[in-house]
Nanobody
Framework: QVQVVESGGGSVQAGGSLRLSCAASGSVLSLGYKGWFRQAPGKQRELVAGIAGGGITTYADSVKGRFTVSRDNAKNTVYLQMNSLKPEDTGVYYC??????????????WGQGTQVTVSS
């Protein structure tokens, strides 16, 4: 069974921190790319941060220096540590887990999302 489940969302004041977790079950997803996306009301889903199987990370310019993505391969879990949160970080955060051999953008298994709300 392949399943992707996000957790850790919630409400926080500006300047606060949250850590999101993405648990991806299924060995087929263990070595693949993991990405965090978010979707704000009225906007398209956008890539926030990603981490490849080898540990290489990418970040949207808007979150560089504030967010950190990491992974625990033993638990098949990826994390998104979000610090210095801003109201514009508000949105539903989704996790994408890709099969190692299929690196097409956006192709893979998606979680159902977790809400992050940052108040000023």
């Amino acid at each position: 069974q392949v399943q992707v489940v996000e957790s850790g969302g919630g409400s926080v004041q500006a300047g606060g921190s949250l850590r999101l977790s993405c648990a991806a079950s299924g060995s087929v997803l263990s070595l693949g790319y993991k990405g965090w996306f978010r979707q704000a009301p009225g906007k398209q889903r956008e890539l926030v941060a990603g981490i490849a199987g080898g540990g290489i990370t990418t970040y949207a310019d808007s979150v560089k220096g504030r967010f950190t993505v990491s992974r625990d391969n033993a638990k098949n879990t990826v994390y998104l540590q979000m610090n210095s949160l801003k109201p514009e970080d508000t949105g539903v955060y989704y996790c994408l887990a890709q099969i190692f051999t299929d690196y097409r953008p956006g192709v893979g298994y998606w979680g159902q999302g977790t809400q992050v709300t940052v108040s000023s």
